[in-house]
Each structure stands twice: as structure tokens, then as C-alpha cells.
């Protein structure tokens, strides 16, 4: 995935936009750790989970007797749209009530398909709020094999500062200018455009921000400073004073 991105954006960036190779490593050594976590849920949470014996609702989001490819692909689609859904309203409560946790992920200025991190904890609070909810209803979408990768390698692309969009299509599903939004610093995109795969559901529930074709906002959290050490980014939540500027070695670290 690194040698992935760091091509793509050497190859397709934006015009006056760097990822310095400082903030790639940085963020390389912090989603180490971050898959630390991602294990530990798989191997000890989940089978708890698995082993209640919860069935979903709907296992195949596909009408009956459809061929088995039709089938499949309808399935396929109308599952990452309900994961989406699902999805949206687990980011909108993490903004609302865990914010100081998923600030570390907005914290970041020099978004990219790397530097995308989250703190270690949202692995535990994704399993909460989104995965056992979904598994009530359906199958996760990240659980089908090319369907999860794709929509994995999606979740990377949004934060990449490349010119590659959807163009047009950029009104129906998620690329990188529209999440860009929701990682804005401007007071007029906070709390925007929450969804990972579409935009239906910030269009429904009135989240929705369509950018124009030059706007691209600087990104990060005024009063939460960007993890620059694995000290900072595991205890940041937990030090983290609403309201208090970066101090100012942290400052001079990230413009160095």
C-alpha cells in the first residue's frame, strides 16, 4: 500500500502539493501499531462476538432467483451501500461523543494514502459502533474479498493528494476533494461529508458538501496538534485540553 500511494502521488499530485517523506515514515510507524490493534480485535473480540451465534437479518441483500451473478453483484452493492449507512452514523457519533479520540486522525496536515492513521482505541470503537450493528442486519461489505479491498483501497484514496477524482460521478460516490472537506480547517466544512463510499447519506441527512473544482482546504485541527512521536500519538487523546494552541515545539517540528 505504501509503495502503492507513494507512486500514485509522485506520479498524479496535485500542483503545489508535497507529502514530506518525514510525515510517510511517521505515518508507516504509527499504523504499525494501529494494526497491533486491528489483530488484537480479530483474535480475541470478534470470536467472542462470532461465538453467540448472532445470524444477520439479511444475509443476501439480493432478491430472490435472480441468476448467480446478478445475484452477487446486486448483493455486493446494496451491501456497501447499508454498510455505508451504517458506517455514516458511526463517524457522525465519533464526532459528537469521541471526538477527542478521532481527532487524531484529523489531526494529521499532510493528508495522504499513508498518512491517513487512526489512534489504536477507534479499532475497538469501530467494533462497537459499526461492525456488531452491521452484523445484526447483513454482512459487512469489507468482509467480501474483492469488495472489502476495493472499498479499502477507497478509504486510503480519499486522504491522497493526487488530481485523480470521479469527476461527475463525484456526486454519487466519495472521492478524494469531497472527504478532503471533512478534513477541513475552514469553520464552513465542519461536519461535512461523512460517508466512505457514497454520498447518499450525507445527501439524506443534510451533511452533504459538494466543493467547487480549485477548492482545496488546508487540513488539521487548529487546538490538536499532530502526533510527531509515538508518545505523542499514543497518549494524544488522553492529553488532549479542547481549545489550546499546539505548543510551540510541536509547531516548529511540523514546519521543519
Not at 467472542?48 to 441483500?61: A, E, F
Not at 464526532?95 to 477527542?100: A, I, P
Not at 454482512?139 to 486522504?159: C, E, K, S, T
Request: proline fraction near 7%; hydrophobic fraction near 50%.
Amino acid at each position: 500500500m505504501i509503495v502503492f500511494f507513494v507512486a500514485l502521488e509522485t506520479i498524479a499530485h496535485r500542483p503545489g502539493v508535497k507529502v514530506s517523506t518525514a510525515s510517510r515514515v511517521r505515518a508507516a510507524a504509527f499504523w504499525t501499531l494501529y494494526n497491533v490493534a486491528v489483530l488484537l480485535v480479530f483474535y480475541l473480540i470478534a470470536p467472542v462476538w462470532i461465538r453467540l451465534g448472532v445470524k444477520p437479518l439479511l444475509p443476501s441483500l439480493a432478491p430472490a432467483g435472480l441468476p448467480h451473478i446478478a445475484s452477487l453483484l446486486i448483493g455486493c452493492i446494496a451491501a456497501a451501500y447499508v454498510g455505508d449507512f451504517v458506517y455514516y452514523w458511526c463517524h457522525r457519533f465519533q464526532h459528537r461523543f469521541l471526538w477527542r479520540y478521532h481527532a487524531v486522525h484529523h489531526s494529521v496536515r499532510e493528508l495522504s494514502g499513508i498518512a491517513d492513521y487512526h489512534h489504536f482505541s477507534e479499532e475497538v470503537m469501530h467494533f462497537v459502533l459499526y461492525t456488531i450493528p452491521l452484523s445484526v442486519v447483513t454482512r459487512d461489505p469489507f468482509a467480501v474479498p474483492i469488495l472489502g479491498m476495493l472499498l479499502g483501497l477507497q478509504g486510503n484514496y480519499l486522504h491522497s493528494p493526487v488530481w485523480v477524482n470521479f469527476g461527475p460521478l463525484g456526486r454519487y460516490f466519495m472521492d478524494n476533494r469531497l472527504h478532503r472537506i471533512h478534513h477541513s480547517m475552514e469553520a464552513r466544512h465542519f461536519d461535512k461529508n461523512f460517508g466512505l463510499f457514497t454520498t447518499l447519506w450525507d445527501s439524506l441527512f443534510g451533511t452533504a458538501y459538494f466543493p467547487a473544482q480549485d477548492e482545496w482546504p488546508d487540513t488539521g485541527v487548529a487546538d490538536f496538534p499532530e502526533p510527531m512521536t509515538m508518545r505523542a500519538f499514543l497518549l494524544a487523546p488522553f492529553t488532549y485540553r479542547k481549545g489550546a494552541a499546539p505548543p510551540a515545539d510541536d509547531i516548529a517540528a511540523e514546519r521543519a
